[in-house]
């Protein structure tokens, strides 16, 4: 570990999303209080429509559209990607409610450099609708997992969940709120341990270096009541 991880320069970052970019949102602020370190050199939407893009350019960080449907494959819409952020020289990519598959074209470009978050306990319902699959199973917990991308879908390295619990007459859309809420703390808490340097990939495993008691606090978030 270096010795002193909060002077590292802030992550050079940009951000994938496909729609309302609540996620977004939160990185935006946990910068701008100072609780992550981070450069947000480029937002992308394969939607025109999609809400992300608008707090974007409200906060000044430039944002584009790629339609996903102008590309004959996955592969030329990911090679696409992948020029548009190494030009802003992007280290890290952060996918908030990003709706496209990413091919190896992607993943290889940034091996261990993109993160994804997902609304389910990974590996608990993976893929859509994971909170209406929750609701359906009947399980006590769910919550929310960041993850950085490898090849299988919503099966990378955990890097960081958090746990809400599971009422009776929960529907979709309250777990859904309860569980963004937790999704807005701990994707900033995620990739401020990537600006720190503090995360090694071990297989499939992640260690997060020098955890100290607190921080472990902040990796285990634990459910309350709503
Ligand atoms: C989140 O629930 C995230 O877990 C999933 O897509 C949703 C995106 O929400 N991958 P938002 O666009 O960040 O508000």
Request: aromatic share 6%.
């Amino acid at each position: 570990m270096s010795s002193d991880p909060q002077s590292r320069p802030p992550v050079k970052l940009g951000v994938l999303i496909s729609g309302e970019g609540s996620n977004l949102q939160a990185i935006i602020d946990a910068t701008e209080h100072g609780e992550l370190s981070a450069d947000i050199r480029l937002v992308i939407s394969n939607k025109a429509d999609a809400h992300g893009l608008e707090r974007a350019r409200r906060a000044g960080i430039a944002a584009e559209f790629i339609d996903h449907r102008r590309f004959a494959s996955r592969e030329e819409f990911d090679r696409t990607l992948v020029a548009a952020l190494n030009t802003r020289q992007v280290e890290l990519v952060a996918c908030a409610g990003f709706t496209r598959l990413l091919s190896p074209v992607m993943v290889h470009a940034f091996p261990n450099r993109i993160m994804n978050i997902h609304p389910a306990l990974c590996p608990a319902f993976p893929g859509v609708n994971a909170q209406r699959a929750a609701c359906d199973y009947g399980v006590r917990f769910s919550g929310c997992t960041v993850f950085f991308v490898a090849d299988g879908v919503d099966d990378g390295p955990i890097i960081v969940q958090a746990v809400v619990p599971v009422m009776q007459n929960d529907d979709e859309r309250n777990l859904t709120a309860r569980i963004r809420a937790a999704e807005h703390r701990i994707y900033p808490y995620a990739i401020r341990l990537f600006q720190e340097g503090r995360l090694r990939v071990h297989g499939r495993k992640l260690l997060v270096d020098g955890s100290s008691p607190a921080d472990e606090r902040l990796m285990l978030i634990n459910p309350t009541l709503p």
